[in-house]
């Protein structure tokens, strides 16, 4: 079957920087996306990644290992704002993206 | 950039009725929208695909008689839940995809629905 793990919560300090990661096992693999999810709000777009490597932007950046099936997103000079639930999902080889259960980010002053 | 709008962003209707909820791509065509279902603390659970002109896919466990989906034009996409019960209570989210292979899918606000 198919499997996306990521932890279901993780504590960080205001300031400080915090990676979630993600592992995978698809049918196939068209791409990786990070989504951010506020309490009682629809998802919005963080990163897409195809390739292996980093891709950066701004305070966050996303990692990929296709080899490994892993992915991390890395969230840098935290702030209280981004106190929030973080999806990882797959697109496999049928284009269908594969969602995992997300990580809810608490942010500490 | 892709807006999709979706409305009623918050409903409350009473066990037994029928609630519409409205999902429009504002800028851009969209021949396929997904409906997605998430109950409180948990992940988004796709229900179905809309397709435009043709039948809607229902995932695995979805009533297709009780989630009724219609996408007549390229631009909006409709789920009708039919005979509300207070365990269909939720938060519904439409999306479209993007163009192209790096296109995330493009989320409406979503519809928060509470059968009374």
């Known amino acids: 079957g198919q499997n996306i793990d990521q932890p279901t919560e993780m504590t960080a300090t205001e300031g400080a920087i915090v990676q979630i990661n993600c592992t995978y096992q698809t049918s196939g693999f068209n791409g990786l996306f990070w989504y951010q999810q506020h309490a009682g709000e629809a998802p919005t777009f963080l990163s897409y990644?195809?390739l292996d490597g980093l891709e950066e932007k701004g305070r966050f950046s996303s990692f990929l290992s296709r080899s490994k099936g892993y992915s991390y997103l890395l969230l840098k000079e935290l702030q209280m704002k981004d106190s929030a639930s973080y999806l990882c999902?797959?697109?496999?080889?049928?284009?269908?993206?594969?969602w995992g259960a997300g990580t809810k980010l608490i942010i500490k002053p | 950039g892709a807006v999709v709008s979706q409305h009623p962003s918050r409903v409350i209707c009473k066990s037994g009725t029928s609630v519409k909820i409205e999902c429009r791509s504002l800028?851009?065509?969209?021949?396929?929208m997904f409906w997605y279902r998430q109950f409180p603390k948990q992940s988004l659970m796709l229900m179905a695909t809309s397709n435009e002109g043709s039948k809607a896919t229902y995932e695995q466990g979805v009533e297709k008689d009780k989630f009724l989906i219609n996408h007549a034009s390229l631009t909006l996409s409709t789920l009708t839940v039919t005979s509300a019960h207070p365990e269909d209570s939720s938060f519904y989210i439409c999306?479209?995809?993007?163009?192209?292979?790096?296109?995330?899918?493009?989320f409406g606000n979503g519809t928060r629905l509470t059968v009374t």
């Open positions: 999306s479209a995809p993007g163009q192209g292979g790096s296109s995330p899918l493009h």
């Open positions: 800028d851009f065509q969209a021949t396929t």
């Open positions: 999902a797959v697109r496999d080889s049928n284009y269908q993206l594969i």
């Open positions: 990644n195809v």
